[in-house]
């Protein structure tokens, strides 16, 4: 196999081998190969390890020597690898953006056991810059679409892009630039791609291992819980985490004081003012927020902490115990899983979310699993109270636009009104700036009423820009949904919000208050709500199909919502 290699390929091979072979002995052994791997963050246990050495040790003598190297090398050459390349690509752009910068271009080599200061590889970076403009370079990967067997310089092609500039221009390091550029004037030897490539191979067989170890595991305490993990698995990297996380869209140094507060207590006063303030406060928090904290609402504080600790204690039991809970619909009136939904065709080589969750409906019936022993009765208890406070709220909205009180219950059943709560259990991770617990969405229902341990996590968007949302002791977080919005014809709109994790483990409890399964929901009949100057801006739609339709895709935003508006804006 080995013989098919050109004597430059074979030259820059060897450069490879040294690379791992950190004793110069001319074997790699177990540790060395673990090392490479453990410096493209990864952490494979020793099993995994040897499993690693025996699939890539020909003869089985527990050492790799290069001609070992060379025919493992070959082979790979010879095969079709561009897609699992593009995944072994993805250790090295740490910050997924598709390219790599001068930064992660030194942190490489570092890890190659190539000690760069930062002056070397912002040079190597600038030498790219052929018309001397000084605009700042990244250095992107282009994989080719046919690997050639007998040419290494086909599998990666590198482009230098000028970040403020659409010119673009190719390069390689020698002795293959002759068959892949035009001009010499293209070339620059930024990084040894034959290393790169050589770590990449090894790489992407740890990654089939690990996503296959993965899908075994499900749930990601699970992950979490790996001996010295120090990095996430790429299937958890949000691709896109940059713009979730731009100082340009979140608001550090917003007031937490501006966020709404509601006294649930001045819904009952029998001081007219009292009353009449709260209704025009929870008006403009539905408008203009669409998220409010409510205090006073009498549930105790002793309640809300114990149901905290059940749940708590529900995602520290066995797999085996929690898995028998696994539901394959949206609707089950118990599901337990990992990420957004646990479905039969969840494919663990999506993104995954840093998340593992518990589903349970509270009413018309209530759903509990059997374990822990007191989790029936504090549930249904919580449940009941949260039920009042609700239903109280909605009363108060429907006051706020001008409306009959009970119009809301009338129209959508609220009587035997859907209520599911949803528990979810986020571990500590050791790089939360690269993952998600839940993406940018909103909800279904009319009102989510969220609370948490000690641990914050919820962000909104308000005014375009993300908010950290730091709860008062005791209170409710409240979040409009998408049926409050369809039913006020887009006068109170659904909140935006997500859930970002951190280096501590947090738990969040969200109740949704929803319409009665088989309600159509609609913008309500009224001439406060539509009229000629405001017509329908939404379809009417069963709550269930609307569930269902969220549910079962991916959760982007709105877009569940914006599937049923109609292109009609209203008249000014």
Request: one cysteine or more; hydrophobic letters at 35%.
């Amino acid at each position: 196999m080995a013989d098919a290699l050109t004597e430059d390929q074979i030259s820059e091979f060897r450069q490879a081998f040294w690379v791992i072979d950190k004793d110069c002995d001319g074997v790699i052994r177990i540790e060395e190969l673990a090392s490479v791997i453990q410096s493209l963050h990864e952490n494979p246990t020793r099993e995994e390890m040897q499993e690693m050495m025996n699939e890539v040790d020909p003869d089985g003598d527990g050492t790799i020597d290069f001609e070992d190297f060379l025919n493992i090398m070959a082979k790979k050459l010879k095969d079709n690898v561009t897609e699992e390349l593009k995944e072994a690509f993805k250790v090295f752009d740490r910050d997924q953006d598709g390219f790599i910068s001068a930064n992660e271009l030194r942190n490489v080599m570092m890890n190659l056991g190539e000690r760069l200061t930062e002056e070397e590889a912002q040079q190597m970076i600038r030498e790219a810059d052929l018309d001397g403009d000084g605009l700042p370079l990244k250095i992107k990967i282009v994989l080719s679409v046919r690997p050639s067997s007998s040419n290494l310089s086909a599998i990666f092609v590198y482009s230098v892009r000028l970040k403020k500039s659409n010119r673009q221009f190719r390069l390689l390091c020698p002795p293959f630039s002759s068959n892949i550029l035009e001009s010499s004037d293209d070339l620059m030897d930024v990084v040894n791609l034959t290393t790169l490539q050589a770590i990449a191979i090894i790489h992407q067989t740890h990654t089939k291992r690990i996503k296959a170890t993965y899908k075994n595991m499900k749930s990601v305490k699970l992950v979490s819980e790996l001996p010295n993990l120090k990095a996430v698995p790429c299937n958890y990297y949000v691709d896109n985490h940059l713009k979730y996380s731009s100082p340009s869209i979140i608001d550090t140094n917003h007031d937490d004081s501006l966020i709404p507060i509601i006294d649930f207590s001045l819904l009952s006063s029998k001081d007219p003012y009292q009353h009449s303030k709260v209704i025009q406060q929870l008006g403009r928090a539905c408008q203009q927020w669409g998220f409010f904290m409510v205090v006073n609402h009498g549930i105790e504080e002793s309640l809300m902490k114990e149901l905290i600790g059940v749940i708590k204690e529900f995602f520290l039991m066995g797999e085996e115990d929690k898995w028998r809970y696994k539901g394959e619909k949206v609707f089950d009136p118990i599901k337990y899983g990992t990420s957004f939904n646990c479905t039969s065709n969840h494919d663990i080589t999506t993104t995954s979310y840093w998340r593992d969750y518990l589903k349970l409906s509270l009413h018309p019936q209530l759903h509990c699993p059997d374990q822990p022993n007191n989790f029936r009765e504090v549930l249904g208890e919580y449940g009941e109270k949260s039920r009042k406070v609700a239903r109280k709220l909605l009363s108060g909205i429907s006051e706020s636009l001008g409306l009959e009180e009970e119009l809301m219950n009338k129209s959508l059943d609220l009587d035997s009104g859907y209520e599911v709560l949803v528990a979810n259990y986020y571990p500590a991770c050791p790089q939360p700036e690269l993952v998600m617990g839940l993406p940018p969405h909103s909800d279904f229902g009319l009102l989510t009423f969220l609370i948490q341990n000690d641990v914050g996590g919820l962000q909104i968007q308000h005014n375009g820009k993300w908010i950290n949302i730091n709860p008062i002791p005791n209170a409710i977080l409240v979040n409009t949904g998408d049926h409050l919005e369809i039913f006020t014809n887009g006068k109170y709109k659904s909140v935006l919000h997500r859930a970002v994790v951190n280096k501590m483990e947090r738990i969040s409890i969200g109740i949704a208050n929803c319409p009665a399964m088989n309600a159509t929901v609609s913008p309500a009949a009224s001439p406060l709500i539509q009229n000629e100057r405001f017509p329908p801006l939404y379809l009417p739609k069963k709550y269930s199909e609307y569930v269902e339709m969220q549910q079962t895709n991916p959760l982007d935003g709105k877009s569940c919502l914006d599937k049923i508006k109609i292109n009609s804006p209203p008249l000014k």
